[in-house]
């Protein structure tokens, strides 16, 4: 039996909770409900139907239904665990704006903690996070992948369509382990929120447009520029230092603030 309409007729697309819709008269088949009018049981996935079963309402033969929504699908599998990922990357980091960054001069407190964009890549979730202090793409391991013996502060380059970008390695109790590439730190320039999802959003396209390619081959003036600007802000607050007020000692170090408090504090003492 091929379906119309959906998945080009690929029966093996739909997973046994496929949700179908008569294209005839807009009938639903659940499989958690079954169908009364022909005896079938609740939990019979639409595949196993008997070839003569039809329509309930208007007699449609199993070939017009089309896929309503897939709960099982590998889309929706993705979407799931892709959203419980992000809900545990928000959380934690929201939780390191109340507790180490709120009180920061750099932050914008305009902003806040969000993750924006993220869709599967290579099998594993990347997309955009927004915090008030950095906006980073950030890359998370497979299902099953485990990346908690990470060494947070390594390097790597990773490619996309776009160029080759550096990512930093970190792990956090509640994240795991995660690889981040620094896109804007600090956030002073955005206004709003929304501002800032723009440019996420944004960002997400760009990354996989091969015409971007030739500006991002300039990684490694990119990279001498940076360190040049951290150099600079260092020799700064050197100076300060000299003849400034003393330091809060709960303040975040440094190398904290630099990588977008992405390094776990517990990790860096050991």
Same mark, same amino acid.
């Given at each position: ?8 007729g690929a029966?093996?697309k ?9 294209k005839? /008269? ?12 022909? @005896?079938v !049981?609740? %939990? #019979?996935?639409?595949? *196993? ?5 039809? /329509? &309930? ?6 070939? @017009? ?5 897939? &709960?099982?699908?590998?889309?929706? @599998? ?7 990922? #992000?809900?545990?990357?928000? #959380? ?5 704006w ?8 750099i ?8 993750a ?11 997309g955009?996070? =927004?915090s008030?202090?950095? !906006? ?6 497979a ?14 380059h ?9 990512? =930093?390695?970190?792990?956090?109790? !509640? ?5 981040a590439?620094?896109?804007f730190? &600090?956030m002073?320039?955005f ?8 440019? *996420? ?6 990354l996989?447009?091969e ?17 040049? @600007? ?10 300060q ?9 709960d303040? &975040?170090?440094?190398?904290?603030? =630099? ?10 003492? %050991?």
């Amino acid at each position: 039996m091929r379906f119309e309409g959906s998945f080009l007729g690929a029966n093996d697309k739909i997973s046994p909770q496929a949700i179908m819709e008569c294209k005839i /008269c807009w009938t639903p088949y659940d499989p958690a409900e079954g169908d009364d009018t022909r @005896q079938v !049981m609740p %939990g #019979t996935p639409f595949l *196993a139907l008997p070839d003569d079963w039809k /329509c &309930p309402n208007c007699d449609a033969p199993k070939e @017009q239904f089309l896929v309503s929504e897939d &709960p099982g699908s590998d889309a929706a @599998q993705d979407a799931g665990m892709i959203a419980e990922r #992000t809900t545990l990357l928000e #959380t934690d980091f929201t939780e390191v704006w109340h507790d180490k960054m709120r009180d920061v001069p750099i932050v914008n407190k305009a902003l806040h903690v969000q993750a924006v964009g993220f869709r599967m890549h290579d099998g594993r979730p990347l997309g955009v996070l =927004i915090s008030p202090w950095f !906006m980073n793409l950030v890359q998370l391991p497979a299902q099953g992948e485990d990346w908690t013996d990470l060494n947070p502060g390594a390097k790597e380059h990773l490619d996309f369509a776009s160029g080759e970008y550096e990512f =930093i390695h970190n792990v956090r109790q !509640m994240v795991g382990g995660y690889k981040a590439c620094s896109l804007f730190s &600090p956030m002073n320039e955005f206004k709003t929120q929304a501002q800032a999802v723009d440019v *996420a959003e944004a960002v997400m396209v760009a990354l996989f447009d091969e015409g971007n390619r030739a500006e991002t081959d300039r990684a490694g003036d990119i990279r001498a520029a940076r360190e040049e @600007q951290i150099a600079v802000a260092e020799a700064a607050e050197a100076e300060q230092a000299d003849d400034a007020a003393p330091v809060l000692g709960d303040a &975040p170090s440094r190398r904290e603030v =630099i990588t977008a408090g992405l390094s776990d504090p517990a990790r860096d003492e %050991g």
